[in-house]
């Protein structure tokens, strides 16, 4: 009896103490930002409205740009969120920043049958590097309530302290993440000597054993492959399909392929599979996104061979609308000029008031992340932190006023020539 007791007792501790402990709530962030007209300094332009819209000669989209970029180390149920951590990252108090009333702004576009859209150009951060400031940068534009676009590689931290912002504020910014590197799988590509369907199953359970446990699927886009092999267009297909059916199944969302700057081509869009993933991917815009990357590749002119590198989203929109497809959610996960060097500030604003003009009018276009503040690549971070400042006051002094049918505008690519 006596050693009945012993180990019922020693089962009744082992029951109590792998019971779930209660979530403590994040901790509450005091923020204080000015709000009204601000003057931006002397290099940022004011407000800036985009011109009349006219019809002009659509996108050719046959040209071919062979140029490839580094590879770097609805109706449907609502996912379930992953718990946050037992401890929060401390969140600080924003610092006051000369800001816009946005709600000011939307009520009186709104009185004039037109919508707000805000800057969407956003970073890119990794492991290392030089993002100080960033927080500065997140904090600020939650203050006033503009979105955020944030992409990290191997690097949780920078989502999570969005993450917490988001939960804390409700300011919908977008935020991507992704793991590198190489291990019995390519974390970066599929293997293509594999079927689609036993490559994606394979891939999509390497990148989700993987994935931050303190990161909410609900909240974060998870971006699993870079940079794939455009000539394998059907295969691809089949594998995006396979690997979206995963990521409903599994409450993820998902951005598919992340092609290179000028990439893919016209037909790679219309193979069979292909667009039978693009009316998957338009039926849970919320869930399932395309991950394109649109650099100019020089740092002198950002609209360099346009509408072939940047602004080649408007391709993938063209065909989507011949196919009677709706346009599908778009996360330019990687923005910019050279994979080393960025052009000094001066000239960088410049050329993002160019390209947030060119991704207003596209709700669809969620955002598009400044590469890069993170470790390597000639130290480009260093370069690309001196930004972080300059974007900030740009972003929270200037906005754009859109039609309510411009998910559904006929694009012609020329009316946003740089």
Sequence with gaps: MGKLKFWVGALLLFTMACRPQPESPPTPIAIQIETGTAVSPDLLPT???????????????????????????GEDTPPTPIPPPPTAVPLPTATPVPSLDFTAVAQELAANGQELAYVKVGFHVGVGGNSDGLDEWMLALDAAGVPFFLKSVDNAQPILFAQQLMRQSGVPHVLVYRKTGKNEYDYDVPNYDLSPQQAAEIHWNAHISNFPPELDP????????????KNRSEWLGQFAISTAELA??????????????????????????????????????????????????????????????????????????????????????????TYQSVPDEARAIQDISWASRLYAPYPQVKGAAIW????????????????????TSFSLNNYYAISPQAETAPIFPEQHAP
């Excluded at 000669?57 to 490839?68: A, E, G, K, M, Q």
């Excluded at 598919?256 to 009316?279: I, N, Q, V, Y």
């Excluded at 063209?318 to 996360?331: E, F, H, K, S, Y």
């Excluded at 890069?372 to 974007?391: D, K, M, S, V």
């Design 372 to 391: 890069y503040l993170g470790n390597g690549f000639g130290g480009i971070a260093n370069e690309t932190q001196r930004l972080i400042r300059p974007l």
């Design 47 to 73: 407000s800036i409205l985009p011109p009349t819209l006219t019809p002009v000669i659509p996108l050719d989209v046959t040209r071919n740009v062979d140029l490839y970029f580094p590879i770097v180390s």
């Design 248 to 337: 409903l199944r599994d409450g993820y969302n998902w951005a598919a392929f992340g092609w290179s700057s000028g990439e893919p081509e016209t037909e790679h869009w219309e193979s069979p599979s292909m667009l039978s993933f693009l009316r998957l991917a338009a039926q849970h815009p919320d869930r399932l996104a395309i991950a394109l990357h649109e650099y100019s590749y020089i740092n002198e002119s950002i609209g360099d061979g346009y509408p072939y590198k940047i602004g080649r989203f408007q391709s993938l929109f063209q065909i989507a609308d011949q196919n009677g497809i709706p346009r599908p959610t778009v996360l330019i996960t990687e923005w910019g000029w």
């Design 218 to 229: 609900s909240l974060v886009w998870l971006e699993t492959i870079n940079e794939v092999d």
